[in-house]
């Protein structure tokens, strides 16, 4: 078992050697990173560190990366790959710094835990290259983000304007020997079409989040054959729309998706008139989790109305069985009974920065009843005031309601010095099982938490 090690822990004279050899554009982004590392790394040894080049002098960063690399020894690493949006537009081999990247990978990927690559202006046969001609082997986390650039890359992967010699190369597909991966997030890939990358022992994924695809959408059936291609997929994920289907493709579809592991569906900026439909078409027994963060700007559109969004949440294939709900940028209307119809809810995630957020507040306040949330037991609550909270937990004993075992408060730095909210958060302390206050400024918490919201 090996130690977490940090930046901040290597000897005083390695930091500065390593710091006196990056360009000054990547000195900065090295430190932010760094203060990553040590929250990424506590309580996870099978990572030591987190490798981040760009957006400049790549061939230089590529020395360092050597220098680290050997200095790692034989512990698995996560390894970054970022390129600034305003880089070289080139495609071809002729972008030699970034290429030239992708391929000091070669030596190191068998060691790989994590590979995250967020490159705009790159071919996607590029990517297809790397994954299918390096051993990847351990790799358990894999991110691709490519550029809304290329979104005109046709189904096979290749630009329709390209000069490529391979003109059958597959978006993503099971010549990718990836016999460990877990957690899979694909945006502005060409397409996503089945079957996922299985390796000699058979998918593992049990994460899957997928971002905008390209020109060409799946079917429902092919959708099926993806997910159903990976048994044990326990998180399902979505940014906008659902790969590219519409709320027509999910009234007509007359198959059914069977996930028995899935536990957790997220949806970010999706159009809420999809929302139940998609779900509908689910066969998913063990869901009992929801993270959703639907922008009012961001989602309505056509047909769409803020009361497709409350009518999905209270249908009762969502409602009646969710355990834990996380709703981001509270920005759609709702009255005093918004939670009543979540009979089983224990965890509650709310962020108060959306426009219309206060409705939320006065729903948990006013309860909506006293059956309202009376399984509630964790509450976690972004952007609101320590009085606002001593209010929800006096009206939940007034009801006779369960105390709370857990009570989390994302607070601004002035909410927690402000002598009055002081004593909001003394009282709050003798009346919950466990209080958790977060500086919204520095991030700071009186207990460490890895992130407040995770979509």
């Not at 000069?163 to 397409?191: I, K, M, N």
């Not at 355990?323 to 920005?331: D, E, G, Y």
């Not at 219309?356 to 037991?377: F, I, P, V």
């Amino acid at each position: 078992m090996y130690s977490p090690t940090t930046f901040e822990s290597l000897p005083r004279e390695t930091r500065q050697e390593i710091l006196e050899q990056l360009p000054r554009a990547s000195k900065t982004s090295l430190l932010q990173v760094s203060k990553l590392w040590s929250t990424e790394v506590a309580g996870h040894t099978h990572l030591w560190t987190n490798l981040v080049f760009g957006p400049r002098s790549v061939e230089t960063d590529l020395l360092v990366a050597s220098k680290w690399i050997d200095r790692s020894g034989s512990l698995p690493l996560s390894f970054t790959i970022c390129q600034a949006a305003g880089g070289s537009r080139d495609v071809s081999p002729a972008n030699i710094g970034l290429v030239s990247l992708l391929d000091s990978v070669t030596t190191i990927s068998n060691r790989l835990g994590k590979l995250h690559i967020q490159v705009p202006y790159i071919h996607a046969q590029y990517i297809h290259n790397f994954l299918t001609s390096l051993d990847f082997s351990n790799l358990h986390t894999l991110t691709i983000l490519l550029e809304p650039h290329w979104t005109d890359i046709i189904r096979h992967g290749v630009s329709e304007t390209a000069t490529l010699e391979d003109t059958d190369l597959p978006a993503f597909h099971t010549s990718y020997d990836l016999p460990f991966l877990r957690h899979l997030q694909l945006s502005h890939f060409p397409s996503f079409v089945p079957p996922l990358p299985t390796g000699a022992r058979g998918t593992r994924l049990t994460e899957i989040l997928l971002g905008p695809v390209g020109s060409v959408k799946p079917d429902i059936e092919e959708l099926k054959q993806a997910l159903e291609s990976a048994p044990g997929l326990q998180r399902l994920g979505f940014h906008g729309e659902i790969v590219g289907l519409s709320l027509n493709d999910f009234q007509l579809a007359t198959t059914v998706i069977s996930l028995p592991s899935l536990t957790t569906l997220s949806f970010s900026h999706t159009p809420p008139s999809i929302l139940y439909p998609f779900v509908s078409t689910l066969d998913i027994p063990n869901f009992t989790s929801l993270v959703i963060a639907l922008k009012h700007s961001n989602t309505l559109s056509g047909d769409d109305h803020p009361s497709e969004l409350i009518a999905a949440l209270h249908t009762p294939l969502i409602a009646a069985r969710l355990r834990s709900l996380t709703i981001q940028a509270l920005a759609y209307p709702c009255d005093s009974f918004f939670y009543s119809p979540f009979t089983a809810l224990e965890t509650l995630s709310l962020d108060f920065s959306g426009l219309l957020s206060s409705n939320y507040w006065t729903a948990l306040a006013m309860g909506g009843g006293e059956e309202s949330l009376a399984t509630l037991r964790n509450l976690r609550l972004v952007n609101i005031h320590p009085a606002q909270a001593q209010e929800i937990v006096l009206l939940r004993s007034e009801a006779d309601q369960p105390p709370l075992h857990s009570l989390d408060l994302l607070l601004f730095e002035v909410a927690l010095v402000d002598g009055r909210s002081r004593c909001w958060t003394a009282w709050l302390e003798r009346n919950v099982g466990t209080l958790t206050l977060y500086n919204i400024i520095d991030a700071q918490t009186h207990r460490h938490n890895q992130s407040f919201f995770e979509l």
